[in-house]
């Protein structure tokens, strides 16, 4: 079975700091998908990146980045230079595909990081 | 540009009582799914479906039921509820894309309360 774990609960930072958070994940397949999604105190989950189990390459977007170390089995999600509007709850998501390279798109779920960025 | 809806916002309901959470998509994706999230933990699926007229269990299906007779509609059915099941419940939604698992579309969420 799968399992994501996020073992950071929760998260304090000052603005301008760099923050990662950590993401571990088991799983038996060679293809699948990992995931980061962020929820604001608002509660929707807004979609930040895919990653599928064959393109290790690191990904950078304006102040988040994330590193995808297969060897680790880890999806580690890094903000540089954090803000007040990035306090939120993120969580890492895995999803596993089957022989056909879909699995119907089923997430799991970390418990979820709680991000506070303090002005 | 409506996305994922779900009603109601908010319920209160009383135990052994039962209701229907409405979820709807204007993206004609093939896939939803129904998660609920408890307090300080990670969304934890309940139902999800393929199409019209086909679903199948999550990890949590137990006291739920779900239909799909339409492509834009997934409702979720609680039976007899029960303290256990006071939650957030969000529906999502997602493309079908055989090269790889398409990023859900979520509903802002139905917070459910059982008293």
């Known amino acids: 079975a799968q399992k994501v774990t996020q073992a950071q609960t929760e998260i304090s930072v000052v603005e301008k700091e760099d923050v990662t958070l950590d993401c571990v994940y088991e799983?038996?397949?060679?293809?699948?998908?990992l995931f980061w999604y962020k929820q604001p105190p608002s509660g929707e989950l807004v979609f930040l990146i895919r990653r599928n189990s064959f393109d290790e390459q690191n990904e950078i977007s304006g102040r988040y980045s994330w590193n995808f170390q297969k060897s680790t089995s880890s999806f580690n999600f890094t903000i540089t230079a954090s803000q007040v509007v990035d306090s939120a709850v993120y969580f890492c998501a895995l999803s596993e595909a089957d022989a056909g390279g879909t699995s119907y798109g089923k997430l799991t779920f970390g418990q979820g990081t709680i991000l506070t960025v303090h002005p | 540009n409506a996305g994922v809806t779900q009603t109601p916002k908010f319920r209160i309901l009383k135990i052994g009582q039962s209701m229907t959470l409405q979820c709807t998509q204007d993206m004609n994706h093939n896939y939803m799914y129904w998660y609920r999230q408890d307090p300080g933990m990670g969304l934890k699926l309940i139902y999800y479906?393929?199409?019209?007229?086909?679903?199948d269990k999550g990890e949590v299906p137990n006291g739920y039921n779900v239909s799909r007779s339409t492509t834009e509609d997934f409702p979720l059915r609680l039976e007899l509820a029960a303290p256990s099941q006071t939650s957030v419940y969000f529906c999502?939604?997602?493309?079908?894309?055989?090269?790889?698992?398409?990023?859900?579309?979520f509903g802002d969420g139905t917070r459910l309360s059982i008293l």
């Open positions: 799983t038996r397949d060679t293809t699948y998908y």
């Open positions: 999502a939604s997602s493309s079908r894309d055989p090269g790889g698992n398409q990023p859900q579309h």
């Open positions: 479906s393929v199409g019209a007229g086909i679903t």
